[in-house]
């Protein structure tokens, strides 16, 4: 195991890590660093506590919208569904429009018949 300091929002932590991680976690590391900085831009008056807090929810939030997507892009039937109903929709709106004009045409015959 190896031992790294980090430093959060210019609070220094003592963490372990797998010898070959080490760069990796530092580079998380310093992405949450980043994370927490700019949201403590923009939220002011936050004890350092709740600010990981709210970094760790909006972080969840976007590896929720993550998942949601690649699950949607993973799915093909996902996609093919959505473009049968858009093309059914389309294809019912287009019957609707012959419908509509052999009724308009109907009721012209009837007109002229009545005249």
């Not at 760790?56 to 473009?83: H, V």
């Amino acid at each position: 195991m190896a031992n790294l300091r980090i430093s959060v929002n210019g609070k220094f932590y003592d963490i372990t890590c797998d010898k070959n991680n080490e760069k990796y976690v530092l580079e998380l590391s310093k992405q949450l660093d980043s994370k927490v900085k700019q949201l403590s831009l923009s939220v002011k008056n936050v004890d350092h506590s709740r600010l990981l807090v709210l970094t760790g929810i909006l972080l969840c939030e976007e590896i929720d919208q993550i998942l949601k997507k690649k699950s949607s892009l993973d799915n093909p039937y996902s996609m093919n569904y959505k473009n049968q109903v858009l093309e059914i929709k389309e294809q019912q709106k287009q019957k609707m429009q012959i419908v509509k004009s052999k009724i308009d045409t109907l009721i012209n015959h009837i007109q002229l018949l009545n005249k």
